[in-house]
């Protein structure tokens, strides 16, 4: 660790002489590669040099341990329990830092969830999963805008619960991606449904995928390779939203994926948002071949974000959260599927630092 430590001190050298190079400056992304890099970098060195004087005052008080005057003395041992504690702390943070950074850290992203098995009560689900999100979201700063819908409308005799097929919302803020990151996979209920007249519990299931919006630099769709298609919009009518050709469908022919989207009233908003989940969607397949080529690098994750990988079990009637990744289980689920996740997410992060740490051998 302390290698790494003194190469880093003398690569931030490195890109202070470069942040003031007119080459380097006069290229816009080569400047913001530098740049973030340097802010990387120099908080690792902060808290290096940090440490170190932490070291020294150590060093400073046990010497002190010998001092003839006995208050002296009395105030190094004071000293030096603070001190211990501050230094282990700093050595913590400092093993977090030199984690090699998630590329897509800061970034916005899709969230997409979709009912799976279970029928009408896995679109309840979802909605009930969305809900969750959002609520999480606003609680720490996130901002979430819808990009597309299925809702559905279930129930009857006045009694109606909108459920989704699938919705897929843009979430941005600065620790989206942090906070969401680990709520890809298949996600099971078991609880007696609103449909239910016998008062049976049934197991359904909705599925999340946390896609980070790539940049223009990523992943670049060449014309060649889509098919557009429009079409008047389904779902319930007036405002002209089923009366004309606004909504679109976009095929990418090399995997084809397909997006459609009808939300809005306007043929090119609807293919703007579509170009968006559909950039989204081919990045998260390459990850996906990323990860199966190279099986050891998915050990450091809590989870390989893949859709098909069942996470967590919400089972109502005993109140219960279950996340089968880390063996955690929580008898809060009411408060959990409100919008408090905090204590789940803390858990997820710790389990993959951990494991990250072990990885890199800074354990």
């Given at each position: 660790?302390?290698?790494?430590?003194?190469?880093?001190?003398?690569?931030?050298?490195?890109?202070?002489?470069?942040?003031?190079?007119?080459?380097?400056?006069?290229?816009?992304?080569?400047?913001?590669?530098?740049?973030?890099?340097?802010?990387?970098?120099?908080?690792?060195?902060?808290a290096?040099q940090?440490?170190?004087?932490?070291q020294?005052?150590?060093?400073?008080?046990?010497?002190?341990?010998?001092?003839?005057?006995?208050?002296?003395?009395?105030?190094?041992?004071?000293?030096?329990?603070?001190?211990?504690?501050?230094?282990?702390?700093?050595?913590?943070?400092?093993?977090?830092?030199?984690?090699?950074k998630?590329?897509?850290?800061?970034?916005?992203?899709?969230?997409?969830?979709?009912?799976?098995?279970?029928?009408?009560?896995?679109?309840?689900?979802?909605?009930?999963?969305?809900r969750?999100?959002?609520?999480?979201?606003?609680?720490?700063?996130l901002?979430f805008?819808?990009?597309s819908?299925?809702?559905?409308?279930?129930?009857?005799s006045?009694?109606?619960?909108?459920?989704?097929?699938?919705?897929?919302?843009?979430?941005?803020?600065?620790?989206?991606?942090?906070?969401?990151?680990?709520?890809?996979?298949?996600?099971?209920?078991?609880?007696?449904?609103?449909?239910?007249?016998?008062?049976?519990?049934?197991?359904?299931?909705?599925?999340?995928?946390?896609?980070?919006?790539?940049?223009?630099?990523?992943?670049?769709?060449?014309?060649?390779?889509?098919?557009?298609?429009?079409?008047?919009?389904?779902?319930?009518?007036?405002?002209?939203?089923?009366?004309?050709d606004?909504?679109?469908r976009?095929?990418?022919?090399?995997?084809?994926?397909?997006?459609?989207?009808?939300?809005?009233?306007?043929?090119?908003?609807?293919?703007?948002?579509?170009?968006?989940?559909?950039?989204?969607?081919?990045?998260?397949?390459?990850?996906?071949?990323?990860?199966?080529e190279?099986?050891?690098?998915?050990?450091?994750?809590?989870?390989?974000?893949?859709?098909?990988?069942?996470?967590?079990?919400?089972?109502?009637?005993?109140?219960?959260?279950?996340?089968h990744?880390?063996?955690?289980?929580?008898?809060?689920?009411?408060?959990?599927i409100?919008?408090?996740?905090t204590?789940?997410?803390?858990?997820?992060?710790?389990?993959?630092?951990?494991?990250?740490?072990?990885?890199?051998?800074?354990?």
């Open positions: 660790m302390f290698d790494k430590l003194e190469a880093l001190e003398h690569r931030l050298e490195v890109l202070n002489r470069k942040l003031m190079d007119p080459d380097v400056v006069s290229n816009s992304k080569l400047l913001m590669e530098t740049s973030k890099e340097h802010a990387h970098v120099s908080e690792i060195v902060e290096w940090a440490h170190k004087e932490l020294q005052q150590l060093a400073d008080a046990k010497e002190m341990l010998a001092d003839d005057d006995p208050d002296i003395r009395q105030m190094a041992k004071e000293e030096i329990g603070p001190l211990e504690k501050a230094i282990a702390e700093s050595t913590e943070r400092i093993r977090v830092l030199l984690l090699p998630d590329p897509y850290e800061g970034r916005p992203l899709l969230l997409e969830i979709r009912a799976g098995t279970g029928g009408d009560e896995a679109a309840l689900f979802a909605a009930d999963l969305h969750m999100y959002e609520r999480f979201g606003e609680r720490n700063g901002r805008q819808t990009i819908a299925s809702p559905i409308t279930v129930g009857s006045g009694k109606t619960v909108q459920g989704f097929k699938e919705i897929i919302s843009s979430v941005t803020g600065e620790s989206a991606y942090a906070m969401l990151r680990f709520e890809a996979g298949v996600h099971r209920v078991q609880r007696i449904p609103a449909t239910e007249s016998q008062g049976r519990i049934h197991t359904s299931a909705a599925t999340v995928a946390v896609l980070p919006e790539p940049d223009e630099v990523e992943i670049k769709l060449d014309a060649k390779d889509l098919r557009i298609d429009t079409m008047r919009a389904g779902g319930p009518g007036g405002q002209s939203v089923n009366t004309t606004s909504a679109v976009i095929v990418h022919l090399p995997t084809g994926i397909t997006v459609q989207c009808q939300d809005e009233k306007s043929q090119l908003k609807n293919k703007q948002k579509a170009m968006r989940v559909l950039k989204a969607r081919v990045l998260q397949m390459e990850q996906d071949k990323a990860h199966a190279n099986r050891d690098s998915r050990r450091a994750m809590v989870g390989s974000g893949d859709r098909s990988e069942r996470i967590r079990t919400y089972n109502f009637p005993q109140n219960r959260l279950t996340d990744r880390i063996g955690l289980t929580l008898y809060k689920l009411d408060n959990i409100d919008g408090d996740l204590e789940v997410n803390d858990a997820l992060t710790a389990a993959w630092r951990a494991k990250a740490l072990e990885e890199e051998g800074l354990a």
